[in-house]
Nanobody, 115 residues
């Protein structure tokens, strides 16, 4: 059974930091791409950051220089370190993994940034 277990969300003041984690288990095959998406109320889900197995990185322009994505291939875990958070960063954050054959979503983790 595939599970993506997310942790690390919560409430933080603007300018603060949070670190999200997502541990994948039960996945058959090698995970190629791991990513984080966010979905704010009334908006579409959008890519925040992605990292390939070879550690090629991509970030949304809005988070460049503030967020850092990383992964531990041995643990099938992806992290998102979020610094200098802004109120517009309030959203549900989802991890996503892609084996090239199958794709999976985490359950979502609420991040609320207060002013």
């Amino acid at each position: 059974q595939v599970q993506l277990v997310e942790s690390g969300g919560g409430l933080v003041q603007a300018g603060g930091s949070l670190k999200l984690s997502c541990a994948a288990s039960g996945i058959i095959g090698i995970i190629n791409v791991m990513a984080w998406y966010c979905q704010a109320p009334g908006k579409q889900r959008e890519l925040v950051a992605r990292i390939t197995r070879g550690r090629t990185l991509n970030y949304a322009d809005s988070v460049k220089s503030r967020f850092t994505i990383s992964r531990d291939n041995a643990k099938n875990t992806v992290y998102l370190e979020m610094n200098s958070l802004k109120t517009e960063g309030t959203a549900v954050y989802f991890c996503h993994v892609d084996t090239g054959v199958s794709k999976y979503w985490g359950q979502g983790n609420q991040v609320t940034v207060s002013s």
